[in-house]
Structure formats: C-alpha cells, structure tokens
C-alpha cells in the first residue's frame, strides 16, 4: 500500500437473474354475482341458472406470480379431466364461461379444474377445482300427454252428483315448485256443472246433468305450475250427453190384412210399416216374427222366401217395433192369392228305366208311356205332350204320352236315343203355360248283321324246314263292324285242304304255328284258306282269306339280342317317344338276314309298341307312377326260323304330379280343433297330410300357416299360433282371450317341393300344394266378473210401499259362457234386513214397513256371482240407495193439458222450481193423470187431457226432504207458469201435497154401527138405539152438504134445496175437469183455493196465495169421499127426510164432526 494510499471508485451494478422459483398464486376469485361457496383452498362452488346465455363470465380466477418474463407470465387451461363441450376458460384473462346451452333437467353440476401454469423452464402451476351447480328455471310447461288438445268423452245424462267423467295428469319435468301442478276448469263451465280437484285432476259431476237443458260442455282444463313466473298448458274437453231412452215405439200404419200373389218374386214388396218413437235419441227397428217375410228398419215387408199356396194359404205374422230398449207388437194377416204355379210332375212309368230296341223293331211298335200329373185345376192343370226335337224314328200320342216306333233302326248307324219328352199345361194365357221335360233314354239292341272283314286278302309267311320247333309263321287278323262283343269277336280257323292240317291257328289272336316238321321238298309253298267268323253270335257270319307259307331252308343259328339292357327308366308323361331301341344279330352268315321283334308279355291295354322290323319299343299310352310302378317285358327276336328272348324291366319314373292334402279336414272342408283360454304355448292339435306321389317328391312337403283372423273381432291373429312347418303341431304363442274372439279362422297350406326332380309336362307341378282352414273354438275358463249395468242404483218409496212390493231390477252381465246363471245377493248389515232380491231376475222388493221411516234412507251394497263352482266363482258389486218418502213430503202439480206437450219441459220444470223455492228438487213422474187404489196404489183410471208432475224436495244445506206443505208455502204458481213459458190450454190446475187420507165407506159405517150396538146392549138399548140414528142422521147430512159444496163449485151457489137434484155431482159430471171418479175413491182438491168463489172466478192460485179461512164450509175436509154420490139412492130414508137432514146440517155448520161424535161416545 502506498504513502499516502490512494484510492479510486467505480460503480458496479449486479443482477440477479429471476428463476423460476414462484408458483403461481390464486389471490381472488370473481364470481360476477353469482352465489360461490368455498369448500377450502383448492376447490369453490359456484351456482349458475340453467337460462345464463352462452359465452357470459361464471366466474374469474385473479393469480398473481412474483417472478418476473415468462417465469411470471402464465395461461389457464381446463384440465383434461375437465374437458366437455359445455364450458371453456380464456386462457389469458381466466375467465370460464359456458359455450353451450344449459339444462337443468339433463345435468345440474359440473366438476371442473382449471390449471393455471407460467411459462418458466421448467413451468410452474397450480390448481383449483371448480363445482359448477345449475340451478333450475321454471321453463317446463306442463305436459297433459295427450297426442291431441281436444279430447271427447260422453256419459249419460242423469248420473248422480260426483259421477267422475275424466282423470287429468299433466307432467311438469322442473324441480320443486316449479314442477307442482295445480287443475282448473279455465272455460265452458259458467254454470259450475262441473268440478275438478286442483290436486289429483279427477273431473267430476258437480250437478244432475241434462241434456235436454245442455247435450254438449266444451270445457278448457287447465294445468299451471307453481313457478313464477307460472308456465300452463290446457286441452279442450267435449262432454256429450246421452240421452235416456223411456218410451216405445207406436205405430202409426199398420193394415190389417194384405192380399199377395204366390207368384211374386223375392224380395218383392209386400207392404210398409210405420211406427214412431217419442224419444228423442231413439231410432225404432222392427223385426218380424215369420221367416217366410222379411222387413227392414224402414219397416217395409219384403217377401224372404216362395210363396206356395198350395201349401199355405195364408200368414198371421207378428211384427215388433223396438228402440233396443222397449218395444210394441202388432198382427199383420198376408193372405196369399193362386196362379198357375205348378208345373207337370212326369210319374213313376215304364219310362223310367232305359228301353231297349231292336234293331228290326217293327213301325208302330210301344217303346213306354209316359204319363205326368198338374197340381192345378182346370186348364191349368190339363196336359199335352210333345217330343223336344223333331223325331223321325219316334211318335208320341200328344194326350196319352203313348210313344211308338216308326221308322228303321240301325245300331252301328245310332244306338243310343234320348228322346226329349215335355209336358205342358194349358193355362188360358199362352205366356203363362208352364213346362216340364223328360229325358226317355232308348237303346237299340245290336244284332250280328255285320260280316267279318280281314285287314288284307292275302297274307305272306316263311318258315324253316326240318325244324322240330313250333314257330309263329305268321298273324292274320279281322275286324267287326257290329257294337257288342259276342257279335264283333272274331275267330279264326283253318279250313280244310292244301295241307292245313300241318298247320294251326290260335283261335284268338290268329297267329298261324307249324304242328310238325316240314319239307320243303315236299311242298314248298302252302296256300291255306283262313276262316275268320262270330261263331257265338246269332246268326254266325265269317269271311276267309288266304295265307300263303313258304318253306325256306334250314337256319342253324337264331338271333340274339345284343347287350340289351336289364331295366330301363321311363318318365310318367313322355308320349310317342321311342324308349329304345333293341339290336340283334346272328351267327348265320346271312348278312341280308331280316329279324323280326315281338313282345311276348300281354299285358291289357298296353302303353307300348314294338316295331317289328326296327325294333324300336315306343310309348303309345300313358303311364301312371301312382298304379302301376314296373313292367317286366319278355321280348324276342326272330329270323323266321329261330329265335331268342330277353327279358327287361320298363321302371316308370314319379313325377312330382299329385297335391298333398290335408288328411284330418271335416265333411264341411274345416280342421277342427280347440284350445282353452288364458293358456300359453298351449297345444291345439297336430297337422297331417297325404301325397300319392313317391316318398323323394313328398318328403320335401312343409306345412305353413298363412293367415290368422279373429271372427268376433276381425283380429290379425298371425302372432297368437305357431305351425311347425314339419311335425305339424299348432300351438298357441300368446294367451288368447274367448271373452274377444271365440273362434280364429287359420289358413294353412301344405307346400309340396322336390328339389332336383325333372318335371318334364308342366314345371308347375314341381310346386305343388293345397290349402285348409282351421277352426280354432276358444274353450271357456272363468276369468271375467259379473258387471253392472250401472255402479250405483237410486230409488225412492213412499211410506205406504207394501211389503213384498217391487223396488227395482238390477241387470248384470258377465262375459263368461259357461259360468251362468248370476245368481244376485244383497250385502246389509245385521238387523237391517228391510229389503230382498230375487237371486235369478235381481228384482228388489220390501220385506217390512215403512209407515214410520219417512224421510230416511237406506243404502247397500248388491252383489252378483257367476257359477264358477262350489265355493269358486266371481262376484261384482253396485251401491243401491233408496230413500223413503211420505205422502206429505211429496208433491203434485196437475197441468191442464197432455203428456205429450209437458214432458219436454220436465228439466225446466225442476230447474225452475229449484230457482223459485231454493230447494233441490228431484222430479219422480211426468204421466197422464190417474185415478188410484187407494189401497194397492193400481192406476185405475186416466185423463190423458191433464198431466200430474210429482216431485219432492231437499235442503241444500243439510240434504232432508222438506215437508210438502213447507214447498208449497214458497211455491209461486204465476211466476212458475211464466217460467215455464205455458200457454192457457196448460195452466196449472192444482198443486198440493199427494195424500192418501180415506173417509170411512158406508161398510165402515156399518161396522162402527155393530160396535154402537153392542154398547147399546151395556148402556141401554133404547138410549143408544136413538144415538146411532142421530149419528147416522149426521153423517149423511154432513155428506149432502159436501154434495151441496161440489154442485157450488161446478154449477155455481146455489140456496135452492130442491135444485140439489138438478145440480146433483155424477161421475161424468167430475169427468170433464179431468179426475174420473169411481166409487169408494177419494178426490183431492186445492187447499189453497177459496172455494167460496162463484164457480166462474178462476180457480187457479194468484201470485199472492189466499189464506183458507177456518169458517170456509169447505175446510173441513180436504178430501171427499164420493161413495155418496154414487150410493146414495141405496139409503133408507125418504126425499123429506133427506131435504130436512140437509137443511139441519146447513144451519148447524158449526156443529162437530161425524169423527168427533165417534171420539165422544
């Protein structure tokens, strides 16, 4: 170091090279306000909706790396793991984002992670996982799943109220709220005749519906989710009513009696019906009880099948007229008219059997008679005959039917003759003679007039001499004109002379042989006359001709046959064809030798011919596998001299030529078979077929089921039944159900292939087959339950319904065959056994009294089983109900005109009624007004002029019946007829409640004078002798006074007694206002009428009714027996006394009662 030291500086930078050394680092996170939740360091849960747009941020990672360059640049990237096509992240800024839509319904999380590396060598990275949950968005409108928005359902107008008419479910895919479903009825029910429950979507009845009020709803069904905003959806719903049918059909025309010809044709009109249906949904159809005539539902009576008067002469045929529901029947008399309709009928006569002629019949000869019979009179009935055709050998007498020769026959010329032979009437009118033919069949008998004739004159033959063999030298042959055998047979013979003796013929077949050895030095040439002749015929013709025998020299060597064939194969079908040809040599050293061929088998009709220079053995006939199989020929061949014989088999080939057939097929053409119901892969029956043709062209055939049908239902049934195509077998694939189709029609084929087999006529036939039908009867198990007509029943009785009187008749049914009768049951509780049922008809009736269960009702359960066995069978089940109704409860209102004009208005009846009393109503009976039994309740008599509506009424608020009287308190007749819209001709002419009260009868009066007697014998007789007359005396003056207030009401006041006569009430009189009276039966009036009015004030209820004042004469009694005016002249008193007990009762109107005096005594 120097002295003094010195020194200098500089300024030295370092730097310090960044590694990469720092990972990067997560700092924050942005969600862009959607909800996150961390779950640590590494992973955060965000939530998104389902509706976020594409390509909106969800959520940005904020990283930060302290290095520096690249070591402190860095990208994001979503791991592998993480790839979908639903997110991607910006690889700069980081933020992820969704690329595609959202659902919520098909994916609500994602799991992702995102890396986020730098660029440092080597990089660096960190990374965080990302729980992506979607949140669901109301946007799933409910589905009702229905293919179609307007829906149709109908039921039947009537039903009780809460009668279901349709189930709704509507599907909403969202989650929560958003996917709860609420009902409404958003439309078409401004009248609230419907309800539906919000929650389980049953539709129900909310009131009795009418269809005469509304036959069709057109109701909007809504269904809304509870999402918000809400989404909904609807369909449109049409209930029809149907309507309820109640009437029968009436007839409008019927005639008594129609007069027809028996010649008209089928389907010829023979008169027209009419009837007519008040219902308004009723078509009427009519049906006739005569096969003979049919009608159709236009009621027009066709003739169905001949009329024949002969047989019957006249028709009383039923005709019924129906709406499908009620019926009505009436008589039709046809009465059936003669024409000439009967045609000759030729009898049993010698002319029946063939006639046999000779053929030198001599002219004028009787062949038969023929002889015919007319079940018509007169010229009708009267016969001429007459041959068909011009007849030149043949006569016929035109009125006996004699037919006679007349001319020459000859056999070979004709020998049959069908002589057509006619029989005709002789009806006036020419067009209407009528015709029959007979068939004469004639056989001229043949006679041997014929002479034989040979087929040559002279005939050529050689043969060798010295041999000792017998040799066919040669064959003659003659043929016969004449027909039958014995008299066309001709045989041969030999006559006498130039040596024929060394010669002989065969009888038959003229074949002429040597007998011994010849010489032909000795004679060289024979010339033999051959005698051909008829021997067994009558007489016996021949004819000769000449054979001419050379005699050659000796022949050592005889031909053979060279390699002919042992069997030869032959098609059925080939015709004129040559099947081979036989080749011969011989050891002779002749080489102009000439060979002859014969076949020695004989064989009948034989198919073959054999050529008898060249050999050649052609087909001439037709061969047929199926009779006969072989044919084993013995051929020989010949040089004159000598010869050899061969033997082949001719092996016939099968031809594919013959169907197969179904061998198991009926008389009708059907294999039947059954199965049993509900059964799978049952067995049905086995299949089998025949073939003529060889086992190689039938073993190939297969069985095939083609169609399938269902005959009840017209089924495509192809799928229920299997057919092994080999063994045959059917059995069944699937259950099949009787109750829906009770027999299947199967069509099956039988196909017959041989592959390989040459079909030489028609190719065709190599594909041969046949078709069947098969009947399959569905075999009955007990698998349906009876059902109801209707699942509940409602009724109602009065207090006085008798004991064993009918309710009602419930009707089931059951789809089931052989499971019958239903046998019907009631199901009440324990000591409440008020009603029965018939077990066969479901008839209800009453077993006890109602009198004091007015007001009440009585509901159980009916059963029906079927007779699926001891202790097996079915059952179903309907709710009855019956409530029980006093007299007083209910209600009649009596309208001045018919049924006919009131009845359409009963739905505005009762809707009127409810709307004016406030009570529900239930209308029972719209009829024409009937006089009653009081005691049986039997219609006795009726005024179609009025019309009685009966009802009753319940409170809305608690459902009891409401007492008559309480009804007609609030009841306003007026304003009832202005709602109804009724003209004058049907004013209302009385409403009250339907009472059945009975004055005691003059018989009951009788009685309660024997009781009076009898205390008249314990009190004094004197005493109570004179208290049963003053009783008596009452009694009939209070009658006479009533008779005195009913001549007031029809003839006007009156204070004359001796007019009481004039204006005295008779049936007729009471006959015109419309309620027909008969003795012993009460008449029932006004209580609200004032009948102290004159008799031509209007007896009718004003809008403001009148109160009945208590000294009204007429109050006292609501109800007046009119037994007196029809009894009364069977009394015991006097006119005087009569007017004097009249006038007593008329000034002592406040005296008591005949009732009171009775309670008194």
Known sequence: MGTPPRNTTTNVTITVLDENDNTPRIENIDTFDNPLVALGNATSVVIIPESQSTYTPILKLMVNDVDEGNNGDFVYMLSEDSSNPFFVIDRFLGELESREELDYESINNFNLTIIVVDRGQPSLNISHNVVVNISDVNDCVPDFGFSSSSLFTSLDEELSVGTLVMSFTAMDCDSSNNGLVEYSITSGDQYEHFTINNTTGHLVTNVVLDRENISEYLLVITAADHGQPSLNSSVELTVSLND????????????????????????????????????????????????????????????????????????????????????????????????????????????????????????????????????????????????????????????????????????????????????????????????????????????????????????????????????????????????????????????????????????????????????????????????????????????????????????????????????????????????????????????????????????????????????????????????????????????????????IIIEVIDENDNKPYFSNVDVDGFIRASVVEEQDAAYVTMLSFIDADSNENYINSTMHLISATGMTTNLDASDYFDLDSLTGNLTVSMPVDREENEVFVLNVTVNNTSPGVYCSVNSSMCNLFSFAQVLVTVLDVNDNSPVFFNKTYNSDITTTHGIGQRVLQVKATDDDQLFGPIIYDLNMEVGNTRFDIDEESGEIVTVASFLNNAGEQFTFTVIAKDNGGVGVYNSGEATFTVIVLDNLQRVVIVFGCSKSLIEPLADNITRSLENITGYEIRLETVEPHYQRDKVTGEKLTSNDSFTDVVFYATRRSDNKIVEGEEVLSVLDINLLEEMLGITDTCKIQLAQPVQELLIASKEDLTSLQVVLIILAGLIGSGGLLMLCLSYRQRYIGTHLKQERYMADIFYGPSDNIEDIERRKITTETFEMVGEPITQSKPMEVQPYQDWSQPANVEMRPNTTKRTLKRDNPLYESQEIHMEMFADMSETDFSEEDEAGLLAAAIADDDEEDPDELVTAI
């Open 244 to 647: 309820v049918n109640d009437n029968a059909p009436q007839f409008q025309f019927l005639p008594r009696n129609v007069t027809v010809s028996e010649s008209i044709p089928l389907s010829s009109i023979v008169t027209t019906i009419s009837a007519v249906d008040s219902d308004t949904s009723s078509t009427v159809s009519y049906q006739i009880g005569s096969h003979v005539f049919s009608i159709s539902q236009i009621g027009v009576v066709t003739l169905s099948e001949t009329l024949d008067r002969e047989m019957i002469s006249r028709y009383n045929i039923t005709i019924t007229a129906t709406d499908g529901l009620n019926s009505n029947v009436a008589q039709l008399l046809v009465v059936v008219e003669d024409v000439n309709d009967n045609s000759p009928v030729f009898s049993n006569t010698s002319c029946q059997v063939p006639i046999f002629l000779r053929e030198d019949v001599n002219e004028d000869t009787t062949v038969c008679n023929v002889s015919a019979t007319d079940a018509d009179e007169g010229n009708n009935g009267r016969i001429l005959y007459s041959f068909l055709n011009t007849q030149e050998l043949f006569a016929i007498d035109r009125t006996t039917g004699r037919i006679s020769t007349q001319g020459s026959f000859d056999h070979e010329l004709q020998s049959i003759y069908n002589l057509g032979v006619q029989a005709q009437d002789q009806a006036d009118v020419l067009s209407q003679r009528r015709v029959t033919v007979y068939t004469v069949f004639v056989e001229v008998v043949d006679l041997n007039d014929n002479t034989p004739q040979f087929t040559q004159d002279v005939y050529y033959g050689t043969v060798i001499e010295n041999s000792s063999a017998v040799f066919d030298i040669l064959s003659v042959s003659a043929t016969d004109q004449d027909a039958t055998s014995l008299n066309n047979e001709v045989q041969y013979t030999l006559r006498a002379g130039n040596g024929s003796d060394r010669f002989v013929i065969d009888f038959s077949s003229g074949v002429i042989r040597n007998r011994i050895k010849l010489d032909r030095e000795d004679i060289s040439v024979y010339n033999i006359t051959v005698v051909g002749s008829n021997t067994d015929a009558i007489p016996a013709l021949s004819a000769t001709a000449t054979a001419v025998i050379t005699v050659q020299d000796v022949n050592e060597f005889p031909p053979v046959f060279v390699s002919p064939p042992s069997r030869v194969n032959v098609s059925e079908y080939p015709t004129n064809e040559s099947i081979l040809q036989l080749q011969s040599d011989d050891m002779d050293d002749n080489p102009g030798a000439v060979f002859s061929y014969f076949i020695l088998t004989r064989i009948p009709n034989s198919p073959f011919s054999l050529g008898s220079s060249d050999g050649h053995l052609v087909l001439t006939g037709t061969l047929d596998y199926e009779q006969r199989q072989d044919y084993n020929l013995m051929f020989q061949v010949s040089d004159g001299d000598k010869s050899s014989n061969a033997s």
